[in-house]
């Protein structure tokens, strides 16, 4: 039973679609994944892999005319795909937290920083507006800021970059959230900044004992911060296990491309790994076979499983499709393009 | 602030010259004088000459010019050559009718456009929207004076519902009564007028609302919590009725051009017709007078917008 | 020893601050401070730094598109600060310069063929169909299709559309490229694709880069020699095996300890030394920077290694660096 209440988020079969000239297609194709208490999932890829998407499946912000979202995610036994706005309303900000991108965007431009906090109190709690006021500088000083009685009354514009990404973190741990998602929270910050942002992260998750679905497309952000990761190729997850396992016996062939892509070996004069091809557009995603194949060709058809299915190849160590077993780099597979 | 309010109004006064001067020539150029079309059989043409003389007409330009400019620092526009009275109480009579005629005008175009550009943001692409859209395509395509005729015809002969002329029927006595009168004297024009005015605005609105939904704070809102008409009102709504704020002073300008039609129009007493008529009865010194009024209007409602919008904008500041 | 292309000479690009009541000229913002560099012929010289440290305005200012407030940029031996220069000596044909955003810096009504044409047309009387034959050929060269030449910007990805920017600024053979983070809007595969026909391109026509970016790792992997700029200095010059290796200068250890590592088993002592490092820096700063916040001058701690220190402060690194080679 203990283990049970440890299970934040259940994501299971979830497909989310948009829809592109009448026709639905699917960005989140059969998702399967889960967020433990106490434990940073990492969805990484890179753009156009769907991450995003699942991002704003689970706080169900999407536009609901134009997407379509089937499967469940499963949040104590309450499934939100589908729930009625009102009580969803109820659920974002208070038990699931969101951090963006862009802190200067997701910021009001013409409302004072701790007022933006404050809101978020106001809709989850009986506070009075002097409590909020209270609890909003409390949260100021949790999250690092100096002097949060004058932060308070600042503007977006007249914080920096880091300030404001504060703020935005502030406003998403307000009312102490189960669950945070923080979709690519760095990638705006300068690089001394997003190590700041990330220790942040993390002791926020180790005080509150939270779950964080940290979504990126930094595979060092990953390595730093993760416990599991899952990285997703073309609205697939292919590869999920630990954060060790991923960096140090990663398997399928998307994961060790991608990793040999990264300008970090100590070899300079080393050309750096390029895959083959681009990634499919939404449309002209293929929606039959290893949807990697196609980047790999020199891997015969055979060594591909005809419908792919993601296999334990050890304990919490998921791969989909066989083709891993009999991968190999091309030899001269260096420069070449599309 | 108070310094650059200072520094902008002090700057305004060289920009004010440089208008007048060329107003002046401008003016100058034309041809024909004020005696023009009034060729008074009685009159022997040695007296017009010699009244020309008089009042410094066949000196030259500059000469004409300054002592204007000395004359105007004495507080004297100088008389209307027309209207034989100071040129200061003739605009100050017609800036009455025109301020009035001006302020209606206002408070219907926002209490009109307001909504509108609320309803068709909301329902952007809906049917409301594109009805809304569709009177705006009307109102901005025809040209105004063929409205404003439309209109006089409508609701004043069809209908009969307003007087056509003048600003104040001549039969009203009693304070009332003659407010009533002016009222109702001002009521189809303003109305004509602010349908005409609306559009700009009710495109603005809509474009700010339809811009600010899609805005990633918006969805920091929703993630939030905060219940969908709440993000509207609070955050969509608020951050793009702010802008509209900023309008009020730019109206002004817009006001005073479009005066100059509807007045013509309903032969109303203001400013814009005094214009016209000073124009077409070479009344040089009630024109000029004008044209620094207007350039100094102008300049002032450009002025109050960029106050009005550093006021609600945290983002702009003029220090 | 290979051969200077550019010296960059006590470079200043100030922007004035106007307040008061007549506007006047109160202070200015130091973009960048007066910086020394030079980058040899068909090296790749890297300038890092974080948002605001001056290094994209220094990249402007080599190829002349910012007002330089004072110093030089001297190429072949002649100041091209001043704009005579610049057209005497086909700097503008010799200097090309390549965009981070590639979708912004390419018109977007013009095909790809004009695009990469219009370089050529500005300094080469060429007929067209030789004009097409080059086209074809630098296409080529970045791993183009060649029907690419009938497109539009806005068909192409991410990657490929800075390739052609790439592709454009190769088009007039330029001697020194200045890439102001040609990469940071790329995903990570397609950046490794246009850092390597950077790389060749690099080698088969021996051109220099000077390549700006935010990115160590990037930094690292593509050029010999490098300079960390801060508040509009230089705050440390050498080697890349210097830099990476040796850095002295508290800045320079700061952005090194703050890029993320991948070695998951040693993230907990990683993040301990970023602690470490950010103390110093916060509580130390009178000591790496004057009493007025800024960069001190460069000072030579080894061989091809030199720091932003004060005098006395210089001669003590000096030593502790020679003992930390000699345990190495």
């Keep these: 039973m203990e283990k049970q209440s440890d299970l934040l988020l259940d994501i299971q079969h979830l497909h989310t679609g948009y829809r592109l000239q009448g026709k639905f297609y699917d960005a989140a ?248 091809g681009t990634v499919p557009s939404l449309k002209y995603m293929p929606r039959e076979g290893d949807r990697f194949a196609a980047r790999i060709p020199w891997i015969p058809a055979s060594d591909h499983e005809k419908e792919p299915a993601v296999h334990e190849v050890e304990p919490g160590h998921w791969v989909r499709c066989t083709c891993w077993k009999n991968f190999h780099f091309q030899a001269d597979q260096k420069v070449s393009g599309e | 602030m108070w310094k650059t309010v200072l520094r902008r109004v002090l700057v305004m006064i060289p920009q004010l010259l440089i208008l007048s001067f060329l107003v002046f020539v401008l003016a100058k150029m034309m041809p024909g004088d004020p005696f023009t079309g009034q060729i008074n059989p009685n009159l022997d043409p040695k007296q017009i000459i010699r009244l020309k003389h008089e009042l410094g007409l066949y000196d030259p330009v500059p000469v004409q010019y300054t002592r204007w400019l000395v004359n105007l620092f004495h507080g004297d526009l100088g008389q209307s050559y027309i209207q034989k009275v100071p040129v200061t109480s003739l605009i100050a009579d017609r800036a009455v009718n025109t301020f009035w005629l001006s302020l209606l005008t206002t408070v219907l175009t926002y209490v009109l456009a307001v909504p509108m550009g609320i309803i068709a943001g909301r329902h952007q692409d809906e049917w409301q929207d594109q009805g809304i859209q569709i009177f705006n395509y009307i109102t901005f395509a025809i040209p105004g004076f063929v409205f404003y005729i439309l209109g006089i015809w409508l609701f004043g002969f069809v209908l009969g519902w307003f007087p056509i002329t003048g600003s104040v029927s001549a039969s009203a006595s009693g304070f009332w009564e003659v407010v009533g009168s002016r009222f109702y004297h001002m ?51 608020r951050n793009s009725l702010l802008p509209i704020a900023a309008f009020m002073g730019t109206t002004i300008t817009d006001l005073l051009g479009g005066s100059m039609i509807i007045e013509s129009v309903f032969s109303y007493p203001g400013m814009g017709k005094l214009f016209l008529d000073s124009i077409s009865e070479r009344d040089y010194t009630t024109l000029t007078a004008l044209i620094l009024l207007f350039g100094i209007l102008t300049l002032v409602g450009n002025l109050l917008s960029d106050i009005i919008m550093s006021i609600i904008d945290p983002r702009i500041r003029i220090q | 020893m290979a051969k200077e292309i550019i010296k960059i000479d006590d470079l200043k690009v100030h922007y004035p601050i106007r307040s008061g009541f007549w506007n006047r000229i109160t202070d200015y913002v130091r973009a960048v401070d007066g910086i020394n560099f030079s980058i040899n012929e068909g090296e790749t010289y890297g300038l890092i730094g974080e948002s605001g440290s001056g290094k994209s305005t220094t990249g402007k200012a080599i190829v002349g598109v910012e007002k330089v407030t004072s110093g030089r940029v001297l190429y072949k031996g002649v100041d091209i600060t001043k704009s005579g220069n610049r057209r005497r000596l086909d700097y503008n044909k010799d200097v090309q310069m390549i965009f981070q955003d590639s979708m912004s810096s390419l018109n977007p009504r013009k095909r790809i063929e004009d695009i990469i044409a219009e370089p050529i047309r500005n300094f080469e009387k060429l007929t067209t169909d030789q004009e097409r034959d080059r086209v074809q050929e630098l296409l080529d060269i970045v791993g183009m299709p060649s029907d690419a030449i009938y497109k539009y910007p806005h068909e192409f990805s991410g990657g490929q559309r800075q390739r052609i920017g790439v592709a454009r600024a190769v088009a007039t053979n330029p001697k020194l490229i200045v890439a ?149």
């Design chain 3, 180 to 328: 102001d983070e040609p990469t940071s809007a790329l995903d990570l595969s397609v950046q490794a694709q246009v850092l390597n026909f950077m790389k060749h391109i690099q080698q088969q026509y021996g051109i220099a880069y000077l390549f700006i970016s935010h990115d160590l790792g990037v930094v690292k992997h593509m050029s010999e020699n490098l300079a960390i700029m801060h508040r509009g200095r230089l705050v440390e010059l050498g080697s890349r095996e210097e830099i990476y290796r040796h850095p002295v200068h508290i800045y320079t250890k700061r952005l090194l300890s703050a890029i993320p590592v991948v070695d998951v088993d040693n993230r907990e002592a990683h993040k301990r030394q970023r602690a470490l490092v950010e103390r110093e820096f916060q509580e130390n700063q009178s000591k790496w920077y004057d009493k007025d916040g800024r960069v001190y001058p460069l000072q030579k701690v080894a061989e091809n290694h030199f720091v932003a220190l004060p005098e006395d402060a210089a001669a003590a690194a000096k030593i502790k660096e020679l003992k930390e080679k000699e345990r190495d």
């Design chain 2, 187 to 237: 009521v189809l024009p303003a109305l004509l007028f602010s349908l005409i005015t609306t559009t700009s605005i009710v495109q603005y609105l809509r474009t700010g609302i339809v811009d600010n939904k899609v805005e990633d704070y918006v969805r920091t809102a929703r993630s939030k919590g905060v219940p969908e008409n709440v993000v509207f009102d609070k955050h969509i709504l």
């Design chain 1, 29 to 276: 194709d059969d998702v399967n994944l889960t967020l433990k208490r106490d434990e940073i999932l990492a969805i990484v890829g890179e753009s156009g892999c769907g991450k995003s998407t699942i991002a704003s499946s689970i706080i169900g912000l999407y536009d609901h005319k134009n997407t379509k979202v089937t499967g469940d995610i499963l949040y104590n036994e309450l499934n939100l795909v589908g729930l009625n706005e009102s009580l969803f309303n109820k659920i974002r900000g208070d038990k699931i937290g969101m951090i963006f991108q862009d802190p200067l965007a997701s910021l009001n431009p013409l409302m004072r920083v701790g007022e933006q906090v404050a809101e978020t109190l106001y809709y989850h709690t009986d506070m009075k507006e002097a409590a909020r006021h209270a609890r909003v500088i409390e949260l100021f000083n949790q999250v690092g800021m100096p002097k949060p009685e004058e932060m308070y009354r600042m503007y977006p514009h007249e914080l920096s970059g880091g300030l404001r990404q504060r703020v935005v973190i502030a406003m998403a741990i307000a009312c102490k959230p189960e669950i945070i998602i923080a979709d690519e929270p760095t990638t705006a910050l300068d690089v001394t900044i997003q190590a700041q942002i990330l220790d942040l992260l993390e002791d926020i998750q180790k005080q509150s004992h939270s779950g964080i679905v940290l979504i990126t497309h930094d595979l060092g952000v990953v390595a730093e911060t993760a416990d599991e990761v899952a990285v997703m190729y073309a609205g697939q997850v292919v590869e999920k296990a630990d954060v060790k396992t991923i960096f140090e016996h990663p398997l399928h062939p998307y994961t060790r491309s991608l990793l040999n892509s990264m300008p970090q070996s100590d070899d300079e004069s080393e050309d750096l790994h390029v895959i083959q």
